[in-house]
């Protein structure tokens, strides 16, 4: 093995929770030091499932003001509980238009095709919707609140290693981790159907001992 490839898990950092944060953790970290969140920023995350959950914590963490998008108000309890200050169902036409230039930065973590049009006028002028979450075609974006807002669509891979040691190092700061549920090495199936079904909060991590016996 090669050092310069290698992380090291900080110290106080539990090591059962670690792991979603080289997957999750590093692909919503990215995007808010790309665009410089930190105290005052305005920031909503479009979806609060493994990834979504990630950004909320991270971005109240580094003091941006957080608001979670959702189709309900279902999951309101749920995002202030993971440090949100709202939840903005985007369902609701009149709270949307009343949330029009609310954000800097609005990060999509749906995974599946959706329409991404109904969340541009929320940006502020120079605001950017970043996508992490869906890999595919996306519904043609109009461009009117581009122009007018002189806003931007972007997308984010996951970061590289010296971001990711960054992460790491943060959350151990700031004492963050995912919300995850230990599962055995022979209960896979069954997490695998409950994740087809969205049933997880908000990540499954297996416990490897269990490995042998399974």
Not at 45 to 53: A, Y
Not at 127 to 138: A, K, S
Not at 175 to 202: G, Q
Request: charged fraction near 20%; proline fraction near 6%.
């Amino acid at each position: 093995m090669r050092e310069e490839f290698a992380l090291k898990v900080p110290a106080g950092l539990d090591i059962s929770k670690a792991a979603p944060l080289l997957c999750a953790g590093i692909t919503t970290y990215s995007p808010l030091r790309t665009w410089n969140v930190g105290p005052g920023s305005r920031v909503g995350v479009i979806g609060l499932g493994g990834l979504g959950h990630m950004a909320v914590k991270l971005a109240a963490a580094m003091g941006a003001s957080v608001t979670v998008l959702s189709r309900s108000d279902s999951k309101k309890h749920d995002a202030l509980e993971l440090g949100a200050d709202g939840l903005l169902v985007s369902t609701d036409p009149d709270a949307m238009a009343k949330s029009a230039n609310a954000f800097d930065l609005i990060i999509d973590t749906v995974p599946v095709d959706h329409d991404i049009n109904p969340y541009m006028p929320l940006l502020d002028v120079d605001g950017t919707l970043v996508i992490v979450g869906q890999i595919g075609p996306i519904a043609a974006p109009t461009t009117v609140p581009l122009l007018l807002g002189r806003r931007r669509i972007a997308g984010s891979p996951i970061g590289g290693l010296k971001q990711t040691q960054e992460l790491l190092d943060f959350c151990a700061r700031k004492n963050i981790l995912p919300d995850v549920e230990t599962i055995r090495m022979d209960e896979i199936n069954h997490a695998f159907t409950r994740m087809e079904k969205a049933d997880v909060h908000y990540r499954f991590v297996i416990d490897m001992a269990t490995l042998q016996a399974a």
